[in-house]
């Protein structure tokens, strides 16, 4: 894990972070790899009740916001989901796109999210909006690309 | 996210951590902002969502040797502002220090914390 293999997936970049999202980039960055292995895997628990909560099973188009390295989206796909996922440290993603080469992944800030209106049956963050730039403008991202009547 | 900061263990690296750094990063890496009761919720319904469950899920930070705990929590962002203010050499030995509590005779670290979860739909 320790670099990226041929075969993951792409990672797309939305527009230039705001200079508190770049903090948080810088912030996380510093060892991508001691997260995935020995931060991480902590919070399965917590992945998997979040991801039944939010009724995530065969079918659902699902979006998690703040993803990191993608362990609730691997899950999340282990489900039958299908997954998207949107993180602003590039260090994370690259781990994820390993894990999930066809998952969409997205490096931007959360809070100004590179979806249409209504696009995702779910979204989670699991984690992560006390994170973001402003936290507020990040769940109202989340909330416009819920599909209505959606968790 | 994470409960109140006084059921999660994990708070003593946290505040390690963060005294490493001047009051004035404090707001770079906040993760119980939202931790509040009461808070995530009201941030949910500003923005647009009906409130519809919550929950609780203990979790047991477990680690076979003090240099997993260590290398897992210096690669968190609090650790990240502390090395950019003292350098990782201070960070490591505050780790080490603060994780002397939650360390059993077989060299493993165990910091029990509580997350919480809210769920909410958009109505239109």
Same mark, same amino acid.
């Given at each position: 894990?320790? /670099?990226?293999?041929?075969?993951? +997936?792409?990672? $797309?970049?939305? /527009? ?8 948080? $980039? !810088? ?33 659902? /188009? ?7 390295? +993608?362990?609730?989206? $691997?899950?999340?796909?282990? !489900? ?18 390993? !894990? ?18 209504? +696009? ?6 699991? /984690? ?24 | 996210?994470?409960? =109140? ?16 750094? #001047?009051? %004035? ?10 931790? &509040? #009761? ?11 969502? =009906?409130?519809?469950?919550?929950? =609780?899920? #203990?979790?047991?930070?477990?680690? &076979? ?18 090395? =950019?203010?003292?350098?990782?050499? &201070?960070?490591? %030995?505050? *780790?080490?220090?603060?994780?002397? #509590?939650? %360390?059993?005779?077989?060299?493993? *670290? ?7 979860? *809210? ?6």
């Amino acid at each position: 894990m320790e /670099n990226v293999k041929a075969g993951a +997936g792409p990672i $797309r970049y939305g /527009n230039p972070p705001d200079a508190a999202a770049l903090l948080q $980039r !810088r912030l996380w960055g510093s060892d991508p790899v001691g997260w995935a292995l020995f931060a991480e895997p902590h919070n399965a628990l917590l992945f998997e009740a979040v991801l039944a909560a939010a009724g995530v099973g065969p079918g659902t /188009n699902l979006l998690d916001v703040g993803c990191g390295t +993608g362990a609730a989206m $691997r899950l999340a796909h282990d !489900r039958g989901a299908s997954v998207a996922g949107v993180d602003v440290t590039p260090g994370l993603l690259a781990i994820a796109a390993q !894990r999930l080469p066809d998952a969409e992944l997205w490096c931007g800030d959360l809070s100004e999210l590179p979806f249409p209106d209504g +696009g995702f049956d779910a979204v989670v963050g699991i /984690n992560a909006f006390q994170f973001a730039g402003d936290p507020r403008a990040a769940l109202v991202e989340a909330a416009r690309v819920t599909k209505p009547a959606a968790s | 996210m994470f409960a =109140e900061p006084q059921r999660c263990e994990s708070t003593a690296i946290h505040l390690a951590m963060a005294a490493l750094s #001047p009051p %004035a990063r404090d707001a770079d890496h906040a993760p119980y902002a939202l931790s &509040a #009761p009461g808070n995530l919720e009201a941030a949910m319904t500003a923005a647009g969502l =009906e409130l519809s469950g919550a929950g =609780e899920v #203990p979790l047991s930070w477990h680690y &076979a040797t003090v240099a997993d705990a260590v290398r897992g929590l210096l690669s968190s962002a609090g650790a990240t502002r502390a090395v =950019e203010d003292v350098g990782e050499q &201070a960070v490591r %030995a505050t *780790v080490e220090g603060a994780l002397a #509590p939650f %360390a059993a005779v077989d060299g493993s *670290v165990t910091m029990r914390n509580v997350f919480r979860w *809210v769920a909410a739909r958009r109505l239109r």
